[in-house]
């Protein structure tokens, strides 16, 4: 999940968590991930919408990133030069994307809505 650019504590520390986790549970939250439908919720999100996404993830390949854009084409699209754990592997990227994302947002009336069920 880190891939091969990952610093090795990180990678040491994910073992660890896994190692003592039960392996009925692991199981447990890879059957729950796999069977949530999240489309709606993503329907509904309030914009603006930014998508960070590893190029080089291979448990969300690509094609999510389209399936996301099919049910919400206002999102930006932010790929980095990462794996799955991105936030970890490459947070200054993150953090530069980000920063490039929130300067484009336009500073009007309307601009962060309410979601819904919000005042």
Do not use: C, Y
């Not at 796999?34 to 190029?55: A, F, N, Y």
């Amino acid at each position: 999940m880190i891939g091969p650019n990952g610093a090795e504590d990180i990678a040491d520390r994910m073992r660890e968590t896994l190692r003592l986790m039960p392996e009925a549970l692991v199981k447990h939250r890879v059957r729950l991930a796999l069977e949530i439908d999240v489309r709606q919720t993503i329907r509904r999100l309030p914009p603006p919408l930014l998508i960070v996404h590893g190029k080089k993830d291979r448990l969300l390949p690509p094609w999510f990133v389209r399936r996301f854009l099919a049910l919400r084409s206002d999102a930006r699209v932010a790929m980095i030069d990462g794996s799955h754990m991105i936030l970890e592997t490459n947070p200054e990227q993150v953090a530069e994307a980000l920063t490039a994302f929130i300067q484009d947002i336009p500073l009007r009336s309307g601009a962060f809505p309410n979601p819904p069920g919000h005042a």
